[in-house]
């Protein structure tokens, strides 16, 4: 049984939603009949896979419904994070009454193959050029968030078994630090993964490797070319 990620699958398989996403490059060309392909390669029925995030391009749950259903219909047990463009979110107990084979995880810890999954959306840290009054307060709701997760993994016994979950990157840059990274580090996470990066020039920005002791991993799908990376064997 292992644990695997990808994030930012941009689905749009419902009726009049659609946002072609190859202006980023060609990983984007018929990614979900790529990523499908990959899935069904990698995954068992017994593994996890962690979506960091951008799942549908679906304004309304009804729209996301034909995306939701088409993960549903894939092996493994998903544990989903919320996204900048998953406007059709709302209602965790909702959500989580939806399928059997989804978990969405909000200001809670899932536990998974021995490890406990945590985390928030995120937002764009400190540091950013266009980092805004706005902005600090919705970082500091998304912190907020990540530590209602980290505590509550806490309290389930996860020690050091614990990882991390963001759909934005953890911080303005490479070898720069933030509210999220603090957090991660003090709660002794081993890994973070994180997406919303598209494209050869964004992916320099985000943060990879070891930073205080914990492992940062980029997994959005055109990174990944979509093809779920496994992150716990």
Known sequence: ??????????????PGVEKPMDIYGSAWIDHAAKLKKNWLELIKPEDTIVLAGDISWGLKLSEAIPDLDWIDGLPGKKVIFKGN???????????NSL?????????????AEGCFLC?????????NDDFTQQDEKIY??????????????????????????????????????SGFTDAFSRAGVSQ?????????EAFKNGLQGTYNGVMYR????????CRPVRIKE
């Open 1 to 14: 049984m292992s644990i695997y990620a990808i994030g930012d699958l941009h689905l749009s398989f419902a």
């Open 85 to 95: 463009h998953d406007l059709w979110w709302s209602g965790i107990g909702k959500l």
């Open 99 to 111: 399928y059997d084979s989804i978990h969405f995880v909000q200001n809670t810890a899932f536990e």
């Open 119 to 127: 985390g928030s959306r995120g937002w764009i840290c400190p540091g």
């Open 140 to 177: 500091k709701r998304e912190l907020l968030r990540l530590e209602m997760s980290l505590t509550d993994a806490k309290e389930k016994g996860g020690g050091d078994r614990i990882i991390g979950v963001l759909h934005f990157p953890p911080s303005a840059g490479q070898a720069q630090g």
């Open 192 to 200: 973070v993964v994180y997406g919303h990066l598209h494209g050869k």
């Open 218 to 225: 980029l997994v959005s799908l055109d990174y990944l070319n």
